[in-house]
């Protein structure tokens, strides 16, 4: 026995060697993610080996490389775009009152161009993070950069026998993988291989370490965020047209302080009017195709059955699903409930189980032929002695199919929502551009021309601002985008498409938009007015009433 299970190590070390290889975020992005176009071919071998890896990215080859491009910049660099830009935001901050400007005249021009810049610079720096932060090793997060398990760079391409190998080799390296990134679109649940996939990592570990990334979500979201760019400039461009006349101070709207500063507030809602309406047709249509993506996935999910799916090599197809039967029963599907309900245990007596399972297809392999690269194995059907369909069979394929439909599809929506459905993390994400820029032009605007917006003089104003701009985009701005995106999804299913649906939908955004932002400032108002005047006149029936 001893003997055996040194045998069974070397064989491990062996594969691991030879075999099981990762790589890094700058090696599958460079060139915008070459790596997922099937027709660009692996000209260098930049892979490494590894005992285990960080993320396996599971992926349909039919899918957007575009798509899959964008998805792995939001997983690989998201955090690390949102740590850059909050230490620029930081450093701007005292850029404001040490401009020596005179609180008692009205902003110009001047002023806005300096936001503008400002901004601007922030949103490059973001944005060029973002795309390429892959190639940066320092961060909050850590100083190190995930290791990826990626098909195309971690299989070898040039040798057939050593190609066969690996790919034999595969689920060995999904039991490996701490988390499981599934890069869907329509076609994943269609291809046998992503299922295998699949089915090895949620029975080794669980769903909850599966990270589902539809496709349509990062393109959708960075969608957002150009148009959220196009609003602020559109934005910058109305406010220079506002102040070329002259420098703008606080209107005189009303001879109540208080009422004053609140309708002033409102007035703001014109000078954003112009670049939502611009925006607001492609991003009604945007929020309509995330829609539909959203429900359509879900549909797949509560209708899969992995005897409908695709197999390139139709040899392969019965020992790939003699496989998943062999690792699901009706008992695990009803665990796994539990799991997907919080009571998460034993994952590590799992991952073991599966992994010695594995370890005996591995001696067949080698029975086959030897893994190095010059005798490498016949790269022909995953097995030579395919396990005969059956009952067992069936039942193991049905549990699997349960599996799917019923805890992996609940902890998918458990992540992502139903179709009407986006957390707040998304939404600050999506609007942050028009986020930094209302923070920027707010400090740039009341706290540096103070007097000339009756702003007090002390550090209170600083604060004031700061407050404001949390208000607006910590409360209000989240509440934009699921208040649209409901709307949108209601009148897509209630009214077929055409003209009609299209009205409905810029004329239900329009109101919608206005609304949500109305009320925004209609809060900030209401805030200044209390704060700076210490009274609740501009309220109706409040007559004279002071705070203590």
């Known amino acids: 026995m001893a003997m055996m299970h040194s045998r069974e190590l070397d064989l491990r070390e062996e594969l691991q060697r030879s075999l099981f290889r990762a790589v890094v ?13 099937q027709e660009t071919p692996v000209d260098d071998d930049v892979s490494f080996a590894v005992s285990e890896v960080d993320i396996f ?28 830009l909050s230490v620029l935001l930081v450093l701007f901050f005292p850029l404001f009152p040490l401009r020596g400007i005179d609180p008692k005249t009205g902003f110009d021009a001047e002023t806005t161009l300096f936001v503008a810049v400002c901004w601007l610079s922030a949103m490059g720096v973001y944005l060029a993070v973002l795309f390429f932060g892959q190639h940066l090793h320092i961060g909050v997060s850590g100083p190190r950069n995930p290791t990826l398990w990626v098909d195309k760079l971690c299989i070898h391409q040039g040798d057939a026998g050593q190609k066969a190998a690996g790919i034999r080799a595969l689920p060995f390296f999904v039991t490996q993988s701490s988390k499981f990134l599934m890069l869907y679109d329509g076609s994943y649940l269609d291809r046998l291989w992503c299922v295998v996939e699949l089915a090895t990592f949620v029975n080794s570990s669980s769903c909850e370490h599966v990270c589902f990334v539809p496709l349509w979500l990062p393109r959708w979201l960075f969608t957002t965020m150009l148009l959220d760019i196009l609003q602020g400039c559109i934005c910058i ?10 420098p703008q101070k606080l209107s005189p709207l009303a001879s109540d302080r208080s009422l004053n500063h609140f309708l002033n507030n409102l007035l703001l809602v014109v000078v954003l009017l112009p670049g939502y309406i611009v925006v607001l047709v492609p991003s009604m249509w945007a929020l309509g195709r995330k829609a539909q993506g959203h429900e359509e996935m879900l549909r797949q999910f509560a209708a899969f059955d992995i005897r409908n799916c695709k197999c390139s090599d139709e040899s392969d197809r019965q020992p790939l699903q003699a496989l998943v039967a062999g690792l699901f029963t009706e008992d695990d599907v009803a665990s796994v409930s539990i799991e997907v309900a919080g009571s998460i245990s034993d994952s590590s007596e799992s991952t073991t189980s599966v992994s010695e399972e594995w370890h005996g297809s591995y001696r067949s392999l080698v029975r086959c032929g030897s893994l190095s690269a ?3 194995p016949d790269p022909g059907p995953l097995s030579q002695e395919p396990r005969k369909e059956g009952s067992g069979s069936d039942s193991g394929l049905e549990a699997f199919n349960a599996y799917v439909r019923g805890p992996l599809r609940q902890a998918l929506m458990d992540k992502l929502g139903d179709e009407t459905f986006l957390s707040f993390r998304t939404c600050f994400v999506a609007f942050l551009p028009g986020s930094s820029f209302f923070l920027l032009n707010t400090l740039a605007v009341d706290g540096a021309h103070s007097a000339a917006f009756d702003f007090p003089h002390s550090p209170e104003k600083w604060i004031l601002c700061l407050v404001e701009a949390a208000i607006m985009n910590l409360t209000v701005t989240p509440l934009l985008l699921p208040n649209l995106l409901y709307l949108t999804h209601k009148v897509y299913i209630s009214v077929r498409p055409g003209c009609l649906q299209s009205l409905l939908t810029l004329v239900g955004g329009f109101v919608v938009s206005t609304l949500v932002i ?3 400032f209609a809060a900030l108002g209401a805030l200044e007015a209390v704060v700076l005047t210490h009274s609740f006149r501009f309220f109706p029936n409040q007559g004279s009433s002071e705070l203590c």
């Open 518 to 520: 109305f009320l925004g």
């Open 374 to 376: 010059d005798e490498g």
């Open 57 to 84: 990215v599971s992926h349909s080859w039919s899918s957007d490389s575009w798509a899959k491009y964008f998805a792995l910049c939001r997983e690989l660099n998201l955090h690390k775009a949102l740590e850059s």
């Open 25 to 37: 975020g700058s090696d599958v992005l460079k060139a915008f993610g070459s790596t997922f176009r």
């Open 237 to 246: 461009a109305a406010l220079l047209a506002s102040c070329a006349p002259s």
